[in-house]
């Protein structure tokens, strides 16, 4: 082939290219275009361009996000210029499959595209342990289980993984990560810290990398969300939503420093919190969201709302212009409404009319939220890539969520040595945790709450036990225990939490094990062969009392879909290296209970044994 018919042939497919509607990076607006179409051009000048020929209602817009189940009709996104629209926890559309939430996001973004101005819209979703809201989707452990891992490395290759899997469907803004430090245990939201200290939050800062990629407009990106600033984990008694009665040393030297991390790596967005801080709202905190989250710490993206965050400012039911005013004022630039969104966008406009929010203010959200839509690359490329949606699920993705898995198991007690299982020993397992692969999600699985269940494809614990084992029929499960007797070499209890998310998981009473756990484990104590527990919880429990009668404990958090990780650890395939992320109890009525705190613990901080270490409190997988 000649050179001449070589560049004829470049030509035609740029040619076709241009006109299927691709642009060349780099490449200069065709003629007559506006200054902000120009991708030669600087972001600042294209979002300073495009700011220029907004009108009011263009901006009103921009700062309103609406949750998709309360859009009336795609054509609102155009009559209001909505600037996002979110799935809420659970969300999804019907079928919930990929391609279904991809031709809901394209609908949703024609009809933004349809506005004067052509201003994409930017689809937000919590992909907090995976791309959580997709049935069929790779789920990741909870937060608290990769914070025992404290693997930062493993950590990107999650944001990595969550951000192909979400991305081929649709949405390119992640909910996540939530950085909060959980220092009470009580708080519903605990599984959702990476554990008890600022450091470890910090050091689990990697996941943005992962999720943003090496650039924001590279396939598979997404903007990540740190949240919730700030303080959530820090409220008096663990109440979610409560008030974090604390110093402003104690906030900064323990809440904000997984924030400034975050901002190091370019986080996109900043989320604000429910909680108040010595009285105040955050959603209304114009010290600490003005002074300290922009103007201190350089914070350069753009700050959303909470879901309906803004209603509580008053302490009363609903928004008013007022709440709007202070909300915005205090430095949010995007307000999760999430459902009366035309009645926020008069209010806001009034107040914009009216100068009790200056136009300045307006326009620093609007520039904020316009960067982080230019450098996400939506205005070329504003529909569902969906080329990797065949990843979704796959078995190299769920083979990183079982090492996950693996790294975050806990092993706290192994007495004589009872584990590692042998393969050819007769395992009697039990407990509502075994085979449920909802219990061992948690909250947040394809619905908000989550649920027990089999509610997405994955593997038990006691499927991955089966397959561990070198005869499947050596492993025997029910539920209760019944049958359990002297014939079989060990029982294993799989038991724990059942699944929650936020406020409904707060537990101001008993932190101790349910009603059914406690039968099945009286069943198998009275057995008289040694008992292995293995706790799937979103939190350390009060266990104390019943620690004795067991020979092995494993804290395996909330493992997510690959339950095969758990049996790694139990069968030797992988030692356990997993350490405490957060103090253990030796009762509730420790708690709150934190390293340093000058209390005498179950299980310190950092706690972990492993196979080869002498078992018993001192022998510790970290060598701190
Ligand atoms: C929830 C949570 C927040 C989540 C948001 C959208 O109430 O507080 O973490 O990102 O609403 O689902």
């Known amino acids: 082939m000649t050179r001449r018919s070589r560049l004829r042939g470049f030509t035609a497919a740029l040619a076709v290219a241009l006109m299927a509607g691709a642009t060349l990076a780099g490449a200069p607006a065709a ?12 972001v600042a000048d294209r979002v300073e361009d495009l700011l220029e020929r907004m009108t009011l209602d263009d901006k009103v817009g921009q700062m309103t996000q609406a949750e998709r189940a309360a859009v009336r009709s795609p054509a609102d996104l155009t009559r ?3 600037g996002s629209v979110l799935s809420g926890g659970g969300s999804s559309p019907t079928p919930n499959t990929p391609g279904a939430w991809a031709d809901m996001h394209d609908t949703y973004q024609r009809a933004a595209l349809a506005t004067p101005l052509g201003i994409p819209m930017l689809y937000g979703t919590d992909s907090v ?13 909870h937060n608290i289980g990769l914070g025992a891992a404290a693997d930062p490395a493993l950590m990107k290759e ?14 390119r803004w992640n909910f996540a990560p939530c950085l909060c430090v959980a220092r009470n245990d009580r708080w519903g939201r605990t599984y959702e810290s990476f554990g008890e200290t600022p450091e470890l939050a910090s050091a689990m800062t990697t996941v943005i990398d992962g999720l943003q990629g090496p650039s924001l407009d590279a396939p598979g990106s997404m903007l990540a969300t740190a949240k919730h600033w700030i303080g959530d984990g820090g409220t008096t008694g663990g109440v979610d939503q409560g008030d974090t009665e604390i110093s402003e040393e104690e906030l900064r030297a323990v809440h904000l420093p997984p924030f400034r991390e975050a901002i190091a790596r370019d986080v996109g967005s900043v989320m604000i919190s429910y909680n108040s801080w010595n009285g105040v709202k955050l ?11 922009k103007k201190e710490l350089g914070f350069e993206g753009f700050v959303v709302s909470d879901w309906a965050g803004i209603d509580q400012i008053d302490g009363e039911e609903g928004f008013t212009a007022e709440e709007v005013r202070i909300a915005v004022n205090a430095g949010i630039d995007m307000v999760m409404v999430p459902y009366d969104y035309p009645r926020f966008v008069e209010l806001l406009r009034a107040e914009a009319e009216s100068g009790r929010v200056p136009m300045e203010r307006i326009d620093d959200a609007n520039r904020r939220i316009l960067t982080k839509k230019f450098e996400l690359g939506l205005f070329e490329r504003p529909f569902t890539d969906r080329s990797q949606a065949g990843t979704i699920g796959s078995r190299e993705h769920r083979d990183v969520a079982r090492q996950a898995v693996r790294e975050s198991q806990v092993l706290l007690k192994n007495e004589g040595g009872v584990l590692p299982l042998d393969a050819s020993a007769r395992v009697f397992v039990a407990g509502k945790n075994a085979h449920d692969i909802g219990n061992q999600s948690g909250g947040w699985t394809i619905t908000w709450q989550g649920a027990s269940g089999a509610i997405t494809p994955g593997t038990t614990i006691l499927e991955g036990m089966r397959a561990a084992a070198g005869d499947p029929s050596r492993v025997t499960y029910d539920r209760r225990g019944r049958g359990i007797n002297r014939s079989y070499d060990v029982a294993v209890a799989v038991i724990g939490e059942t699944p929650y998310a936020e406020y409904t998981g707060d537990r101001p009473g008993s932190m101790g094990l349910d009603a059914e756990d406690r039968t099945t484990l009286d069943r198998l104590s009275a057995a008289g062969v040694p008992v292995v527990v293995v706790l799937v919880s979103g939190r350390p429990l009060d266990i104390a009392g019943r620690l004795g009668d067991w020979d092995a404990l494993v804290a395996a958090w909330l493992p997510g879909t690959e339950g095969d ?10 030692a356990p290296g997993g350490t405490l992320p957060v103090t253990w109890m030796r009762s509730a009525d420790q708690l709150p209970v934190n390293d340093g705190d000058g209390q005498d613990p179950l299980f310190p901080l950092g706690h972990g044994l492993t196979y080869d270490n002498p078992a018993g409190p001192t022998g510790s997988a970290r060598q701190d």
């Open 31 to 42: 003629a007559g275009e506006p200054l902000y179409r120009d991708t030669s051009a600087t």
């Open 80 to 82: 209001y210029r909505l």
């Open 129 to 141: 342990h995976g791309h959580n809201n997709l049935h069929g989707a790779t789920i990741f452990p």
């Open 158 to 171: 999650i944001g990595e993984i969550t951000a192909r899997e979400t991305t081929a469907t649709g949405p």
């Open 283 to 293: 959603h209304g905190h114009d010290y600490l969201i003005n002074d300290v989250l």
């Open 565 to 574: 990780g758990v049996a790694d650890v139990l069968y030797g395939g992988h």
